[in-house]
């Protein structure tokens, strides 16, 4: 593609456009756990924050499914868009099929027409000009592929703090395995 590859920065003073929270990794666990005579009640807070990273996860990866479905079905629309927009200026009708329901088709003809009725979601449908309803759909486009980018940043962001998260919990374990050897 001919386009020039932005870098892609999450906002000012933040390390992700999530607001997820940076794991810590513990450099010296002696001085991390100096006082400390089990690791248990760190490890928990730990493997608390591992299970809201993986909410995290989850819940990220659900809304880059949605959007990887929206974005085919703009662009499709997008396309019909080009097509009215050609067969008004040539005067034409346009024989197509439509989707009634999984499988189920139905013919219709088209005449040509200056207007078109999108879907916003919650049961609403609005009319649109050609050229407004271009304009909407290359916006919220634009908007979904912005959106699938800082996705697919946050999640490499949050498996990074993650592996983090699990390393500095299994160093702590065996620092507390480590203890426990010195005391028998």
């Not at 996860?57 to 629309?77: H, Y």
Request: aromatic share 8%; net charge negative.
């Amino acid at each position: 593609m001919g386009e020039t590859e932005v870098e892609l920065t999450p906002p000012e003073g933040k390390a992700s456009f999530s607001g997820i929270p940076e794991a810590q990794f513990i450099d010296d666990v002696d001085s991390y756990m100096k006082g400390e005579e089990k690791a248990e009640d760190k490890i928990k807070a730990l493997d608390e924050m591992h299970q809201k990273y993986k909410f995290m996860e989850n819940s990220l990866s659900m809304r880059r499914k949605r959007l990887r479905g929206q974005v085919p079905d703009i662009k499709s629309s997008l396309v019909m868009i080009k097509k009215l927009r050609e067969r008004q200026s040539s005067g034409e009708s346009l024989d197509t099929q439509f989707l009634l329901s999984d499988q189920v088709y139905a013919k219709a003809r088209i005449p040509p027409t200056d207007k078109v009725c999108l879907w916003l979601g919650a049961n609403v449908m609005l009319e649109y000009s050609l050229d407004d309803a271009e304009a909407l759909l290359s916006k919220n486009l634009a908007s979904a592929e912005q959106n699938l980018k800082q996705i697919a940043f946050d999640l490499d962001y949050l498996r990074d703090q993650m592996t983090i998260t699990e390393v500095t919990m299994a160093r702590l374990y065996n620092w507390d395995v480590k203890k426990r050897k010195e005391k028998k």
